[in-house]
């Protein structure tokens, strides 16, 4: 199976787990951000204020993590993030009802906002990955959020004004968090290929990937990643030389070998699926843990490993 298509044959138990954890989540968003009245909460310039700082806050937290660390963020770690920020504003709204109203809901707005990046990346991802028209996967993920939100809102609005349905309603709320937590944050899910893989792997996780090479990575046109061209046809010894001997991480390691075929940046970004500027930081690190300069050393030095 081709790179791009790895996502054609995921059951279909995948789809429905993060369809519908995508939904119920949208539910507790709409519920908690129509209550108490089914309408937006009017907020003053304070409340606005904590809402769109917190979003910038966790922003500029994700783009200092991807590019001053040249780490990256996994799928189920950006859901459990969402739910954490949606609990914590559905939490306040049941212990300090009516008095911090306002603080909780812009809590809520906060993993709103947020979830639309994060629809955006994993819709991207799959679209990537799958033989279905892209916006049939934009479509749905959207069709699953904005219906299940207004839905949330709905209810609140057909049941206001209320008294003793606000407990019913906190408490749908607190169970959509938790549903969506089962159907989400599972690290089965999806099975063919994982969410983000090309971009969070790291260490031995990669270097399990890289060596067994799935047929669900396959590329385009050679029948293989690069990646796995080149470790099949390296001497493990070497590998396992750069890995002890240097403290080169897998994905290093591969990168390594890619360049010393001659490979150029924008083919290694392509072939591991990650940016060019993530491929120039790893090169970086590679050249400085070998302790040499460019390409021509890099050759010679493997060259000399062959030969001993």
């Known amino acids: 199976m081709q790179a791009a298509n790895a996502y054609d044959n995921e059951p279909k138990l995948s789809l429905a787990l993060i369809i519908g954890g995508i939904a119920v989540f949208g539910l507790a968003l709409g519920l908690s951000r129509g209550f108490p009245a089914g309408g937006p909460v009017p907020f003053g310039l304070p409340v606005r204020f904590v809402h769109q700082l ?10 200092w993590w991807i590019g001053a660390k040249d780490r990256h963020i996994s799928f189920s770690l950006l859901w459990r993030l969402e739910i954490v920020i949606a609990a914590t504003g559905a939490f306040i709204l049941m212990v300090l009802p009516g008095a911090a109203t306002e603080i909780a809901v812009a ?3 906060i ?3 947020l979830m639309l990046c994060v629809l955006f990346i994993t819709a991207q991802d799959v679209a990537r990955h799958s033989s279905l028209h892209p916006f049939v996967i934009f479509g749905g993920a959207w069709a699953a959020r904005v219906l299940s939100r207004n839905l949330g809102r709905t209810v609140v609005f057909a049941l206001s004004p209320m ?3 606000e407990s019913a309603v906190l408490g749908v709320i607190v169970f959509a968090l938790s549903l969506s937590m089962v ?4 690290d089965n899910l999806p099975r063919t290929r994982k969410l983000f893989i090309y971009d969070d792997e790291s260490g031995e996780a990669a270097a399990s990937r890289t060596a067994s090479g799935p047929a669900a990575y396959e590329t385009k046109s050679e029948g293989s990643t690069a990646a796995n061209v080149a470790v099949a046809s390296s001497d493990e010894q070497v590998r396992e030389w750069l890995r002890t001997k240097h403290g080169l991480t897998a994905r290093e390691i591969d990168i390594a070998l890619l360049i010393a075929r001659g490979r150029s940046k924008t083919f290694i970004a392509d072939e591991l699926f990650i940016s060019e500027n993530t491929v120039r930081t790893h090169s970086k690190n590679v050249y400085t843990k070998l302790g040499i300069h460019s390409r021509e050393e890099l050759i010679s030095l493997f060259e000399n490993r062959t030969r001993l």
């Open 183 to 186: 159907c989400l944050l599972t």
């Open 107 to 109: 809590i809520v707005n």
């Open 54 to 63: 917190g979003v910038v806050a966790i922003s500029a937290g994700f783009l």
């Open 163 to 165: 008294t003793q349905s």
């Open 111 to 113: 993993a709103d906002t």
